[in-house]
């Protein structure tokens, strides 16, 4: 059984940071590409940042490029997004998920375990 836990969200003032840790169990962590998603009130599901499974590959949304970082540790199963710069507007329940193929990818469809999410607010 895979599990995702998410952690490290909060109220944060804009141009403040946080950094959100997945820790997950139940699968050969360093054979899958991780990423983070995001959800804000009344909009869809949105792509923030993935990495490949060994860690040199990420990518990011355009929205969050410069400002976050995406990272793992596979000793510790553990993928990290480190998020400076916080503007209103990243405001969402944020969730990681583990890809179904090694390398990373953006499109939702190609992960398929969840984690519960952890709700980031910014304020300004």
Known sequence: ?????ESGGGLVQAGGSLRLSCAASGRTFSSYAMGWFR???GKEREFVA???GSGPGTYYADSVKGRFTISRDNAK???????NSLKPEDTAVYYCATGRYYN???SARLYDY???GTQVTVSS
């Open 114 to 116: 969840w984690g519960q």
């Open 77 to 83: 199963n553990t993928v990290y997004l480190q998020m």
């Open 50 to 52: 993935c990495i490949s």
């Open 1 to 5: 059984q895979v599990q995702l836990v």
């Open 39 to 41: 959800q804000a009130p």
């Open 104 to 106: 990373y990818a953006a």
